[in-house]
């Protein structure tokens, strides 16, 4: 595992074309992560992804790049990065800023560049500036980045009271069919041995949902979750249980999603925690539930994991896949401890909307959003920045599936789940006048949703 660098960075200033009397606003808001920690005497290239305003040619469209920083060996940071314009085509921003002269802080700080069409011709000219009220923010965005591996492994190492889960949802763009896959690993809080179970539910457009489960079981040895007939690794999942077969297979080329505060899930440092391994999996292969066979090729989905001592007291779950890579994750939950089951839901959130993961802080955002959690409507609500987020979730009664199940100790929870529920989703930016709409997404009957309660 290599040890790299995370940041975001805001330029802002103005760009001319040719000919042009006067200035048009370019702003761009870049997401920086290095293979490994930078050093003021060597060059470490990092990727960059984000979003630019150029106005008359780009109006927040996705970037993807470089940024090479050089201090002492090149003395310059030099970025470079190309975007699809409101045009359709493709165009190609290039500057560096110069680390040399008295003016150290203006050179650390101004950004020039030029903008090239797809021939290499020149489109303008622009100069940037780090705006210095976002300082603050932008110190505190620097975190250390971890290339995680492994993510798929067995977690538990033999101590009691734990649970581990593997599940995977996924929607069938043929059909309109929904999938819920779920393994879990149970540690009883006695020390008694563990054992698997879980459950295959199909949502289909034109009938109830159909379940069936599996286990408990004794497990078998090694690095992810066997027993019996039904195994779930890395990329592969496959069953054989009484009333169902499966076999599939997903692939995703984009980074983890982690819903909680990275060192939550790394270090364990809540009660429970949940990530997504491949928050846009895109599933292939072949499911048989009673006498219905779903052939699926390239399903939308995604595979996530739990770890922990067990579930919340309750909780309220939403997976958005909101295409073109964009995601949404919502776990929102109420803890078990002694003194804590009388709090307000707290809703964890991760946006990912053109390659960048927001909130920046996730914890701070949950302790200042609210969730009302119920059956069939529930929503959340957070802000970040000058962000809002409004998610409002719908899991009508006919398609859904109510699973009991128990905790290590062997308290009793009931899960309510549907593959096919509805979900409206705002992002708003604070204006002068008030909250302005910046994207607004309907999914209906595609949205992944889930209401945990205890009898």
Same mark, same amino acid.
């Given at each position: 595992?290599?040890?790299?660098?995370?940041?975001?960075?805001?330029?802002?200033?103005?760009?001319?074309?040719?000919?042009?009397?006067?200035?048009?606003?370019?702003?761009?808001?870049?997401?920086?992560?290095?293979?490994?920690?930078?050093?003021?005497?060597?060059?470490?290239?990092? +990727?960059?992804?984000?979003?630019?305003?150029?106005?008359?040619?780009?109006?927040?469209?996705?970037?993807?790049?470089?940024?090479?920083?050089?201090?002492?060996?090149?003395?310059?940071?030099?970025?470079?990065?190309?975007?699809?314009?409101?045009?359709?085509?493709?165009?190609?921003?290039?500057?560096?800023?110069?680390?040399?002269?008295?003016?150290?802080?203006?050179?650390?700080?101004?950004?020039?560049?030029?903008?090239?069409?797809? +021939?290499?011709?020149?489109?303008?000219?622009?100069?940037?500036?780090?705006?210095?009220?976002?300082?603050?923010?932008?110190?505190?965005?620097?975190?250390?980045?971890?290339?995680?591996?492994?993510?798929?492994?067995?977690?538990?190492?033999?101590?009691?009271?734990?649970?581990?889960?593997?599940?995977?949802?996924?929607?069938?763009?043929?059909?309109?069919?929904?999938?819920?896959?779920?393994?879990?690993?149970?540690?009883?809080?006695?020390?008694?041995?563990?054992?698997?179970?879980?459950?295959?539910?199909?949502?289909?457009?034109?009938?109830?949902?159909?379940?069936?489960?599996?286990?408990?079981?004794?497990?078998?040895?090694?690095?992810?979750?066997?027993?019996?007939?039904?195994?779930?690794?890395?990329?592969?999942?496959?069953?054989?249980?009484?009333?169902?077969? /499966?076999?599939?297979?997903?692939?995703?080329?984009?980074?983890?999603?982690?819903?909680?505060?990275?060192?939550?899930?790394?270090?364990?440092?809540?009660?429970?925690?949940?990530?997504?391994?491949?928050?846009?999996? *895109?599933?292939?292969?072949?499911?048989?539930?009673?006498?219905?066979?779903?052939?699926?090729?390239? *399903?939308?989905?995604?595979?996530?994991?739990?770890?922990?001592?067990?579930?919340?007291?309750? /909780?309220? /779950?939403?997976?958005?896949?909101?295409?073109?890579?964009?995601?949404?994750?919502?776990?929102?939950?109420?803890?078990?401890?002694?003194?804590?089951?009388?709090?307000?839901?707290?809703?964890?959130?991760?946006?990912?909307?053109?390659?960048?993961?927001?909130?920046?802080?996730?914890?701070?955002?949950?302790?200042?959003?609210?969730?009302?959690?119920?059956?069939?409507?529930?929503?959340?609500?957070?802000?970040?920045?000058?962000?809002?987020?409004?998610?409002?979730?719908?899991?009508?009664?006919?398609?859904?599936? *109510?699973?009991?199940?128990?905790?290590?100790?062997?308290?009793?929870?009931?899960?309510?789940?549907?593959?096919?529920?509805?979900?409206?989703?705002?992002?708003?930016?604070?204006?002068?006048?008030?909250?302005?709409?910046?994207?607004?997404?309907?999914?209906?009957?595609?949205?992944?949703?889930?209401?945990?309660?205890?009898?």
């Amino acid at each position: 595992m290599s040890t790299g660098l995370e940041f975001t960075e805001a330029m802002v200033g103005t760009w001319r074309k040719p000919g042009d009397t006067g200035d048009r606003l370019f702003r761009f808001d870049a997401r920086v992560e290095t293979p490994t920690l930078l050093s003021p005497f060597g060059t470490v290239v990092g +990727d960059l992804t984000g979003t630019l305003i150029a106005e008359g040619l780009a109006s927040g469209t996705p970037i993807m790049g470089t940024l090479e920083v050089s201090p002492l060996r090149n003395r310059r940071l030099h970025y470079s990065f190309t975007t699809v314009a409101d045009d359709g085509h493709r165009y190609r921003f290039d500057g560096w800023k110069t680390i040399r002269g008295v003016h150290l802080l203006r050179a650390w700080t101004t950004l020039p560049g030029t903008l090239y069409d797809e +021939d290499g011709d020149v489109v303008g000219t622009a100069i940037t500036r780090f705006p210095y009220r976002t300082t603050p923010s932008f110190i505190a965005g620097f975190r250390l980045r971890h290339d995680d591996t492994g993510l798929e492994d067995r977690r538990w190492a033999g101590r009691p009271g734990r649970i581990e889960v593997w599940y995977d949802t996924l929607t069938d763009p043929r059909t309109g069919t929904g999938l819920w896959l779920h393994h879990e690993l149970c540690a009883p809080s006695d020390g008694s041995a563990p054992s698997g179970y879980g459950w295959l539910a199909l949502f289909p457009p034109d009938g109830s949902p159909e379940l069936v489960r599996f286990g408990p079981a004794p497990l078998d040895q090694g690095q992810w979750f066997a027993t019996g007939d039904v195994v779930a690794e890395p990329g592969h999942r496959s069953g054989n249980v009484e009333g169902a077969t /499966w076999k599939l297979t997903y692939k995703d080329d984009r980074p983890p999603l982690y819903t909680f505060p990275h060192a939550a899930w790394r270090h364990e440092l809540l009660p429970s925690a949940q990530i997504v391994p491949a928050p846009t999996a *895109a599933f292939r292969g072949t499911v048989t539930v009673g006498g219905r066979v779903l052939e699926l090729e390239a *399903a939308p989905g995604a595979a996530a994991r739990i770890y922990g001592h067990g579930n919340a007291e309750r /909780w309220g /779950w939403l997976h958005a896949d909101l295409g073109d890579g964009d995601v949404l994750e919502v776990v929102a939950a109420v803890s078990r401890r002694p003194g804590l089951r009388r709090l307000p839901p707290l809703p964890f959130v991760r946006l990912r909307l053109d390659t960048v993961d927001q909130p920046r802080f996730g914890l701070l955002a949950a302790l200042g959003g609210s969730a009302h959690l119920g059956l069939p409507d529930w929503d959340v609500t957070v802000r970040f920045g000058s962000r809002r987020l409004r998610v409002r979730v719908s899991q009508p009664a006919d398609r859904c599936v *109510a699973v009991e199940y128990h905790d290590p100790d062997g308290s009793p929870a009931i899960c309510t789940n549907s593959e096919r529920a509805d979900a409206d989703i705002v992002l708003e930016h604070r204006a002068a006048g008030g909250w302005v709409v910046e994207r607004h997404w309907t999914l209906a009957g595609t949205a992944h949703a889930e209401i945990g309660t205890r009898p």
